[in-house]
Every structure is written in structure tokens, then in C-alpha cells.
């Protein structure tokens, strides 16, 4: 029998978190608001995006909370640092889900996939490892009854050092599908509104 996935069910908890909070706060999240109104799709529509300046934003913002739940991942806190991204990436798409579908029914979703397309094809997936390297890394590290002495380290620090680059690496490449192709489809998508 294969084990459960907290991960997943802590993300799928957290989606219903937020589509619940979402229920809750709507009228909170739609008034006096200009995040989704008609303005804010005009400037979606007509603005000139700095790719550079964007790629190099989100290379810090991504990459820095990457690094974040590396170094985590080494202390006693790495499980819960795991965890809680799971969840608080749950928490963040149920409120995108209703705020959108609130504010713009069935176009709200369709905005919704173009604002995550194609980045997401690569988030996705690497969140995913590395929130199973900081689980794995956090457990063998301190909730495995096996010392592994310092040969065993050595080599755990190397793989986790390896894999950590290539997915960091490949986050990197999320960053500039979201700079510079994301900016086109969602401008092409909110034509329709």
C-alpha cells in the first residue's frame, strides 16, 4: 500500500480553505477594489511589460522562497516548512479560483488560465520535488531511526546540493516563461473581456 501524500492533501485542504475563506470575505475581496475591475484589464491589455525587469523579479521572489525551503528543509522544521508551502499554495488557488469566478464567471476561470500558463507547466512540477526533497531530506535527517555517519551526510549533502541546482534551475526557466510568454497570453485573453 502506498503511503499517503500530505502534501497533496494538505494543498487540496488548502484549496477548500480558501475557496471557504474566499465565501466568507467575497464582498470583502470585490468592493472597493480595482484588482479585477474593468480598469485593471484595460492596463492588462495596453501595458508595456519590462521582461527583463519582471524575469529578474520573479528570479528573486521564486528563488528566494526556494532557497528558503532548502535551508528549512536541513533543521527539525523542514517537515513543517514542507507543509506549509502545500498548504498555503492550496489557500492562495482557492481564493484565486472564487475571487475570479466572483468578479468575472466562467471568463474569471479562462483569465485565471492564461494568468498561469505556461509557467505553471514548470512550477508545478518542481514545487512538487521540492517539496518532497525538503520532506525526504528533513526525515532522514532527523526523524529516521539509522545514523548514517559522516560518509552517509556527505553523500545526502551532495545529492540534495545536485538536486536542489537542477530544480532551482528549471524554476529559473518558470521565471522567464512568466516574464516573457506569460505577459502575451494573458494581453491576448483579456481582449475578450
Not at 141 to 155: A, I, S
Amino acid at each position: 500500500m502506498k503511503p499517503v501524500n500530505k502534501q497533496l492533501i494538505l494543498f487540496i485542504v488548502g484549496i477548500c480553505g480558501g475557496i471557504l475563506l474566499a465565501g466568507l470575505i467575497k464582498s470583502e475581496l470585490l468592493s472597493g477594489t480595482e484588482l479585477l475591475g474593468e480598469n485593471a484589464l484595460l492596463q492588462v491589455r495596453y501595458a508595456e511589460i519590462d521582461s527583463k525587469s519582471l524575469f529578474l523579479r520573479l528570479l528573486g521572489q521564486r528563488l528566494g522562497e526556494a532557497l528558503l525551503l532548502i535551508l528549512l528543509s536541513t533543521t527539525f522544521l523542514g517537515l513543517a516548512a514542507a507543509w506549509f508551502y502545500a498548504f498555503r499554495f492550496g489557500i492562495s488557488l482557492g481564493l484565486l479560483l472564487v475571487t475570479l469566478f466572483a468578479a468575472h464567471g466562467i471568463k474569471g476561470l479562462l483569465l485565471l488560465a492564461a494568468g498561469l500558463l505556461p509557467q505553471m507547466l514548470v512550477y508545478v512540477p518542481v514545487w512538487s520535488l521540492l517539496l518532497a526533497l525538503a520532506e525526504r531530506t528533513c526525515r532522514r535527517l532527523y526523524y529516521m531511526n539509522g545514523y548514517e555517519g559522516l560518509g552517509g551526510l556527505k553523500r545526502m549533502g551532495i545529492h540534495l546540493s545536485a538536486q536542489a541546482g537542477i530544480l532551482l534551475f528549471v524554476l529559473a526557466v518558470g521565471c522567464w516563461l512568466e516574464a516573457y510568454v506569460n505577459p502575451y497570453l494573458l494581453r491576448l485573453t483579456v481582449k475578450i473581456f
